[in-house]
T-cell receptor, first 113, second 115 residues
Framework: QKEVEQDPGPLSVPEGAIVSLNCTYS??????FMWYRQYSRKGPELLMY????GNKEDGRFTAQVDKSSKYISLFIRDSQPSDSATYLC?????????????FGTGTKLQVIP | DTAVSQTPKYLVTQMGNDKSIKCEQN?????MYWYKQDSKKFLKIMFS???????INETVPNRFSPKSPDKAHLNLHINSLELGDSAVYFC??????????????FGPGTRLTVL
């Protein structure tokens, strides 16, 4: 079993829809949770990060962490065609010092105008 | 101005060859990384350097050797290339080494194809 599991998609939604992207994980030591967006043939870019459980909102994006279920989500409200990309979840333990990030395989999202 | 740049962008080579990929960042960051992304989009860290010092060295064949001549550069040399080395290699940098709180900035990637 992989440490981080993510449905590869593709996920196709109409413009304006609410998108829910999810990851599950098995390592209970993970404390930091991140979402990256990767456009085709580009490097990933960090969207949001959260520490431990809870919600974090940034514009149209909301990240949720449920450590008891080992489940994290990214919600995109009012989705736009420019949101079409692959979304990678990533996570890391809080062991002090230099961290090591484990990535999910990414979910490909397509927002149709 | 490109923050993190990699050369070459594409690399096609024969099995058994030796090749290098170069990375430079102009952000003044202390920490640089190499990642490998395979055909299934799985992104995995390979190495991390902080101020020219190796701090993360994942389980990677010793055919892969990173070199950091200064903190703005991190090159990746690969000996005796194999078919399984075909992937996109990303360089990244961050201000510090706490890569969960320090945003990592990724380069555009180098698409390596081994024939």
């Amino acid at each position: 079993q992989k440490e981080v599991e993510q449905d590869p998609g593709p996920l196709s939604v109409p413009e304006g829809a609410i998108v829910s992207l999810n990851c599950t994980y098995s390592n209970s030591a993970f404390q930091y949770f991140m979402w990256y967006r990767q456009y085709s043939r580009k490097g990933p870019e960090l969207l949001m990060y959260t520490y431990s459980s809870g919600n974090k909102e940034d514009g149209r994006f909301t990240a949720q962490v449920d450590k008891s279920s080992k489940y994290i989500s990214l919600f995109i409200r009012d989705s736009q065609p420019s949101d079409s990309a692959t979304y990678l979840c990533a996570m890391s333990p809080n062991s002090g010092g230099y961290q090591k990030v484990t990535f999910g395989t990414g979910t490909k999202l397509q927002v149709i105008p | 101005d490109t923050a993190v740049s990699q050369t070459p962008k594409y690399l096609v080579t024969q099995m058994g060859n030796d090749k290098s990929i170069k990375c430079e960042q102009n952000l003044g960051h202390d920490t640089m990384y190499w990642y490998k992304q395979d055909s299934k989009k799985f992104l995995k860290i390979m190495f991390s350097y902080n101020n020219k010092e190796l701090i993360i060295n994942e389980t990677v064949p010793n055919r892969f050797s990173p070199k950091s001549p200064d903190k703005a550069h991190l090159n990746l040399h690969i000996n005796s290339l194999e078919l399984g080395d075909s992937a996109v290699y990303f360089c990244a940098s961050s201000q510090g080494g706490l890569i969960t709180t320090d945003t990592q900035y990724f380069g555009p990637g180098t698409r390596l194809t081994v024939l």
